[in-house]
Nanobody, 123 residues
């Protein structure tokens, strides 16, 4: 069974840092990434990475503060978050699809979703 499992969320003060991890199992995934959803809002694209780390993409709101990367075995994806702001508070979801290089920003483009991990940034 294909599965994505996130870890690393928590409570942090504004200006602090967190690193999210996502472990993939059950199959080989291509493009992977992160979405987030704040209360009352739709899923928002955060960052994506191609299968071989050859390409990354970020939402304008996180560019320069967040870094996405993929482990050498291609089964783990990380999201390093620095200079966190209260508006970054949301449930963060790891996502994946089969295509190897194309990074999509629409939630409908991703077939696989993790269960989500809460990130709360206090002011």
């Amino acid at each position: 069974q294909s599965q994505l499992t996130e870890s690393g969320g928590g409570l942090v003060q504004a200006g602090g840092s967190l690193r999210l991890s996502c472990a993939a199992s059950g199959r080989t995934f291509g493009t992977m990434g992160w979405f987030r959803q704040a209360p009352g809002k739709e899923h928002e694209f955060v960052a994506g990475v191609a299968w071989d780390n050859s390409d990354t993409r970020y939402a304008p709101s996180v560019k320069g503060r967040f870094t996405i990367s993929r482990g050498n075995a291609k089964t783990t994806v990380y999201l390093q978050m620095i200079s966190l702001k209260p508006e970054d508070t949301a449930v963060y979801y790891c996502v994946a699809r089969s295509s190897m290089h194309i990074i999509y920003e629409g939630a409908d483009e991703y077939d696989y979703w993790g269960q989500g991990t809460q990130v709360t940034v206090s002011s």
